[in-house]
């Protein structure tokens, strides 16, 4: 294997973080401004609490939310927020509803009147709703013919059983069956600002953008309901889910393996063990399966973390013919990971992959917004990023090594494979016990 040169980062150099002015409205909405004069632009984040929100009406609820107001249309809101040279859009994850969007900064008051109109005036008129849900019928369709959504879809309800987790995605039938009625409801219910952060970043004054806020959206009111959810349960290692898919020219390999949260004092030797298995290009899987082997374009793993539970994501699509080597050549770099400490060269390099990402993703406004919103959501401001720098470049080898050895045993994974049985099976039953989906 050749030696990569890397590019000069100092491990330790101080991390230069943004100041944060925040305030909390008597509403229970949380404002955060932060000032990045880059470009004259202004960043909007905005995470409502959503996670016991009924799913197929969420989801349509988060593509309808721009329909319309009382007073405008979809196209009269498009219009005033081009103005302003902005946009905004909604999404929804597990947890939160999310709005993103941006404007010039000399735009902020009204992108903001907008987005309050849109918060409490909502009018989910009926032609536009039967419009989004149709789209949204279409999408979900076509996703069900996508082996990485069906392979998600199955790795999900194997990780989290009756968890509310497990079901991320709602099935066409169960989107054609909601009704404008429905949304209306559902945004009065659930759309609050008790436990919603809004995120400002740009070529702002933070006081004045939070005054302008507080001006905007200190109407906005609503029940504020209960939205924490269980404990995501243990994961439970267990055979293998084999997912049939006839004639399948490739296999789906999914993982889930345990993480911790961000706050957990393991969670960066964790990062970079994950980072050494298989988190990034130069990664050890990635070298095996991809470099070496040729068996695989795009294998990546990411630790994922949601309000009630993390998880460590294993993700490949292999040619059929492969599908037990590569599940082999999976499990021998786990069981390498767990019971061998990585060598120091390894660790520097995944330490400096972490940390100039890291500075990265700071980089631009948008970068920041998201970085401070999704932090924010956890409870965490962006100060946390200065502890975790500190800890991805103090970490040792005997630390990253004990984290992978907790974490990333390949008797720990729950393993999914989608493909086509009659050709895979036998391969895969050689390695470990099968369980038909």
């Known amino acids: 294997m050749s030696t990569k040169t890397l590019p000069d980062l100092v ?14 409205l008597p509403s229970g909405l949380t404002v955060i401004a932060i000032r990045r004069t880059s470009v004259p632009l202004v960043e909007v984040r905005l995470r409502v609490p959503f996670s016991k929100a009924p799913l197929p ?18 196209v009269d809101i ?43 005036d909502p009018a989910y008129p009926k032609q536009e709703v039967v419009t989004e849900r149709d789209r949204l019928v279409d999408h979900l369709q076509v996703a069900l013919q996508q082996p990485a959504h069906l392979a998600r879809t199955a790795l999900l309800k194997r990780m989290y059983g ?43 004054n933070p006081e004045k953008a939070i005054d302008a806020a507080e001006k905007a959206l200190g109407s906005w009111t609503g029940p504020g309901r209960d939205e924490n959810l269980p404990a995501a349960p243990a994961l439970e290692p267990g055979p293998l889910l084999l997912v049939d898919r006839p004639g399948s020219v490739q296999s789906s390999l999914r993982m889930a393996l345990p993480a911790v949260p961000r706050t957990d004092p393991s969670y960066a030797p964790l990062q970079l063990a ?29 630790i994922e973390h949601y309000l009630a539970g993390s998880a460590l994501m294993v993700a490949a699509e292999v040619a059929t013919e492969v599908t037990g080597p590569s599940l082999l050549e999976t499990l021998y770099e786990l069981g390498r990971i767990a019971s061998l400490p990585p060598r ?18 700071m980089s631009t406004q948008a970068g920041l917004a998201g970085l401070a919103s999704m932090y924010a959501s956890f409870g965490l401001r962006l100060e946390h990023l200065r502890e975790h720098s500190a800890a991805l470049a103090g970490a040792t080898l005997d630390q990253v090594a ?14 999914v494979v989608l493909g086509d049985a009659a050709r895979i099976q036998a391969p895969l039953a050689a390695l470990t016990t099968i369980e038909p989906a």
């Open 11 to 24: 491990p330790d150099a101080k991390l230069k973080l943004p100041k944060e002015v925040e305030r909390t």
């Open 57 to 74: 009406r969420a989801t349509l609820l988060s593509q309808s939310l721009f329909t319309g107001t009382g007073t405008m249309s979809s």
């Open 78 to 120: 498009a219009a005033e927020l081009q103005k302003v040279g902005g946009g905004l859009s909604a999404g929804l994850d597990p947890d939160r509803l999310l709005v993103t969007g941006n404007a010039l900064a000399g735009g902020l008051d009204r992108m903001l009147e907008i987005l309050a109109a849109v918060l409490t």
């Open 162 to 204: 009756s968890h509310p987790y497990a079901v991320q995605t709602p099935e066409p039938e169960q989107i054609r069956a909601v009704r404008p009625a429905g949304l209306r409801s559902l945004h009065a219910d659930r759309v609050s600002p008790t436990g919603a952060v809004l995120v400002l970043v740009g070529d702002i």
């Open 274 to 302: 994950n980072l050494i298995f298989g988190g990034y290009f130069s990664s050890r899987w990635v070298e095996n399966i991809r470099e070496d082997k040729g068996y695989t374009y795009g294998p990546h793993t990411s």
């Open 344 to 361: 120091e060269e390894e660790l520097e390099q995944a330490r400096r992959y972490a940390l100039g990402t890291l500075r990265l993703g």
């Open 402 to 415: 004990a984290a992978a050895a907790e974490f990333m045993a390949p008797s720990r994974a729950v393993t």
